[in-house]
């Protein structure tokens, strides 16, 4: 798969993300972190599902901010948030999977 055209970083709200058949996608930040490819944030979603009443880490309950993204080869990219979390390689394939519905 190829990369975005672009990628637009708004380091308080979120990612815009510019696709080759001229859509755009935006991404906010909470919904980035909550659907973090890492283990960790798999087992929790899975956790989640089958347990309503799971405790959520004291990091997910304040909104965060990107503080930095870098490259992962020319498929991914890791988002670095200001919680300490940065884990999850976002594959350009995720990125499209996950798209959030307006």
Do not use: C, Q
């Amino acid at each position: 798969m190829k990369p975005p055209k672009h990628i637009h970083v708004n380091k308080e709200k979120g990612l815009d993300v510019e696709w080759h058949d001229g859509s755009i996608t935006f991404y906010p930040n909470e919904y980035l972190r909550h659907h973090s490819p890492s283990a960790e944030m798999t087992e929790l979603r899975n956790e989640m599902k089958d347990n309503p009443l799971a405790v959520i880490p004291k990091e997910l309950t304040k909104p965060p901010k990107i503080i930095k993204i870098e490259p992962v080869g020319l498929y991914a990219i890791r988002i670095h948030f200001s919680d300490g979390h940065k884990t999850g390689i976002y594959s350009w394939e995720y990125l499209l999977n996950i798209k959030p519905t307006t």
